[in-house]
């Protein structure tokens, strides 16, 4: 196994990781600036180490960035499926992204990549079933 591979592994892990947290939480999903702090916090109890609203490029920051895992928060909206997914795809682009979890409460299809990166939902509901 290559170093690349145990990289790329290494990833996956903390990208899953993120989607099991999000599964299992209940956030205040009363608007998208409460659920970035709830999330937060969660990261911070399970002593994950994160940057928050990491600048990629001018125009793409996503919520946050945890080796090299994109973590994007997304509240119902309608007609934004479009808007989400072209979001995600622009920031597969960048280099340092080596994978994307969209934790998000909108019911949407999405690829299990996007450029090449791993792409993984976890949905918000989930924690209050």
């Not at 996956?12 to 299992?24: D, G, H, N, P």
């Not at 090299?68 to 119902?76: A, I, N, R, S």
Request: positive net charge.
């Amino acid at each position: 196994m290559d170093a690349n591979t145990t990289t790329q592994g290494h990833r996956s892990i903390v990208a899953e990781t993120i989607v099991q947290l999000v599964r299992r939480s209940r956030f205040d999903l009363s608007s998208e600036k409460k659920l970035q702090a709830d999330l937060e916090e969660a990261l911070k109890r399970e002593g994950i180490a994160y940057e928050r609203e990491k600048r990629l490029s001018g125009r793409d920051i996503p919520d946050f960035f945890i080796d090299g895992v994109v973590v994007e928060c997304k509240m119902h909206k309608k007609a934004q499926k479009m808007a989400i997914f072209k979001q995600l795809s622009r920031y597969a682009e960048h280099v340092d992204v080596k994978a994307i979890v969209l934790a998000s409460n909108v019911p949407m299809g999405l690829p299990k990549e996007i450029n090449g990166k791993p792409l993984y939902a976890a949905s918000l509901s989930t924690g209050w079933l």
